[in-house]
Nanobody, 124 residues
């Protein structure tokens, strides 16, 4: 189970931090990510992270958020975070936490993620 929190309304240029609490069979999860979906648009990948250490690249980001958003995790607490800085109106969307049993050496599509949270709204 994935539960997001931390969404809200913020002025352009502001910051928000999203959190995602994972529970259940978390030892089977190797990649976690954040996606977003604006009204009338397809769901898109924002940032993904490979859990723990390994040969794969640790994080990947959509070009539109590079340098502004940072994905991180606390494996001991089974938590995923998305620090969003310098927010823009174009960042307005419902943000979803997702998890996959496979690694994500690059930004993978939503279809690669079988587990999803309910979403949290971000309005800029």
């Amino acid at each position: 189970q994935l539960v997001e929190s931390g969404g809200g309304s913020v002025q352009a240029g502001g910051s928000l931090r999203l959190s995602c609490a994972a529970s259940g069979s978390t030892w089977t999860i190797y990649c976690m990510g954040w996606f977003r979906q604006a009204p009338g648009k397809e769901r898109e990948g924002v940032a993904q992270i490979n859990r723990g250490t390994g040969l794969h690249s640790k994080t990947s980001y959509a070009d539109s958020v590079k340098g502004r958003f940072t994905i991180s995790e606390d494996s001991a607490k089974n938590m995923l975070y998305l620090q969003m800085n310098t927010l823009e109106p174009e960042d307005t969307a419902t943000y979803f936490c997702a998890a996959s049993g496979g690694y994500c050496p690059y930004l993978k599509s939503p279809s690669s993620f079988p587990y999803w949270g309910q979403g949290t709204q971000v309005t800029v």
